[in-house]
């Protein structure tokens, strides 16, 4: 596998993952008719999907809370955790998960004064 095809191949994956990841947490989050048979349904609808993408290693570290959230919610679909229960779990690591991406897109500007000074 060239260099091209591997970078294809885990975009491919993680666009697969991320779909998976918020069908769910849009269905526990918005849905009215919150139930484990639906939530079973839901998952294994979005398992044919991501079985679809070949599985690649993923290096960085939010790609790889991402895998494993995943993977939570797959398990998830086979305990005997109840469904607000299950709800609570995932909308709370999801959440997490979004937080430390976005923790590293903004930075607080350093040296506010010295900026507003150049300013006047």
């Known amino acids: ?8 191949a885990r975009l ?8 998976f990841s918020k069908g769910i947490v849009s269905y526990l989050s918005k849905s009215d008719a919150l139930s484990k048979e639906g939530y079973v349904k839901k998952i294994a609808n979005g398992s044919k999907l991501l ?15 991402l895998e494993r959230l995943v993977e939570k919610m797959r398990e998830y679909s086979q305990s005997e955790k109840e469904i607000e229960e299950i709800k ?10 979004e937080k430390s991406k976005n923790f ?4 607080k500007p350093k040296h506010s004064k010295k900026n507003l000074e150049e300013w006047e």
């Open 88 to 97: 609570k779990e995932i909308l709370y690591n999801a959440n997490q998960l």
């Open 51 to 65: 079985d679809r993408a070949q599985k690649v290693p993923l290096y960085k570290g939010e790609l790889q809370d």
């Open 12 to 19: 491919r994956y993680i666009r697969a993952l991320e779909r």
């Open 104 to 107: 590293k897109k903004y930075k």
């Open 1 to 8: 596998m060239n260099k091209k095809e591997e970078n294809a």
